[in-house]
């Protein structure tokens, strides 16, 4: 019997403990705007912030009904456990119950988890919906995956393949951006703007992903998928190859600059000015002559 208080007190205390780290929770989440845009956060534990529509609706699938439903399950189980171990032992229970089969929890075992999909499932449905009901798109953009880099392609405004490689970490520090995530050649893409990328793998499957804009699709070779996203507001947004595609996985990083649109019209016209002429050889002088001359004699 003192086994049984001890160990609902226990429980009154974890159940307390747990109130304080939901608070505590709560106050991260309220400290969520303190975390960096567009790149990891050192020391995080929450998802990165939200800068297009698709991130945000993702946050909140995972804020209001994942992780609470995650944490009654496992406090569930938990308390579960700890009721088997205290009360169950041989110590306390020496001579085991015979039967076999109940009923009742055989039924709750099997339904509750069944109602709790269902519940998943129609948040989930509504969310794949927002990622595969595109809109019209106001820009068009072609990503590619190579070993290991990126190129991208503006069929709308006549852009060819611009390719995007990684920085040296001496480049990186000099420019002060984030080694392994910085690029040679970013992405421009105008703010409120929807924006669809066709992804296509040229020799492997690759993985365009950017977590503030909730983006992650497989770039397979043959095949091109489809997604998109409208930036919320301007600024430099970091991703990844997410799939291990390589010895050089790990350094095809994927850049986005999200600008205004009068900025994105600059950029445009200026990848489609032509490139300067190379400037004409000047003329051979006579002593130029004579010299290439004699040295054709010897």
Same mark, same amino acid.
């Given at each position: ?178 080694? =392994?995530?910085? $690029?040679? *050649? #970013? ?7 929807? +924006? &669809?990328?066709?992804?296509?793998? !040229? ?40 799939? =291990?595609?390589? $010895?050089? *996985? #790990? ?7 999200? +600008? &205004?649109?009068?900025?994105?019209? !600059? ?32």
């Amino acid at each position: 019997m003192r086994a049984e208080v001890l160990l609902m007190r226990w429980l009154r205390g974890l159940a307390a403990k747990m109130g304080l780290a939901a608070l505590a929770l709560g106050i991260g989440v309220q400290a969520h705007a303190a975390d960096l845009m567009g790149q990891p956060t050192p020391g995080g534990i929450l998802l990165q912030p939200a800068a297009s529509v698709l991130k945000h609706k993702a946050i909140w699938f995972h804020d209001w009904i994942l992780f609470p439903i995650i944490t009654i399950i496992s406090l569930f189980v938990l308390a579960l456990l700890l009721i088997c171990i205290v009360r169950f032992n041989k110590r306390a229970n020496p001579t085991p119950a015979k039967w076999s089969h109940n009923t009742l929890i055989e039924i709750l075992w099997t339904g509750l988890p069944v109602l709790i999909l269902m519940v998943i499932a129609i948040f989930s449905f509504q969310l794949l919906y927002a990622y595969h009901a595109i809109p019209k798109a106001g820009l068009t953009i072609k990503a590619t995956g190579y070993q290991w880099y990126w190129g991208y392609e503006y069929p709308d405004q006549k852009l060819p393949e611009f390719t995007s490689n990684y920085l040296s970490e001496a480049d990186a520090k000099a420019k002060n951006v984030p080694y =392994l995530l910085a $690029t040679d *050649h #970013a992405m421009v893409v105008p703010v409120h703007t929807n +924006v &669809t990328l066709l992804v296509t793998g !040229a020799d492997v499957i690759h993985d365009f992903g950017v977590p503030a804009f909730g983006l992650k699709t497989d770039a397979v070779p043959g095949k091109v998928n489809e997604t998109w996203f409208n930036a919320e507001q301007t600024g430099v947004f970091y991703g990844q190859c997410d799939q =291990l595609c390589g $010895t050089n *996985h #790990a350094f095809m990083p994927i850049e986005i600059h999200v +600008v &205004t649109q009068d900025q994105f019209k !600059a950029w445009v016209a200026q990848q489609q000015a032509p490139a300067p002429a190379p400037s004409a050889a000047p003329p051979a002088t006579p002593q130029k002559v004579a010299a290439a001359a004699a040295a054709a004699r010897h």
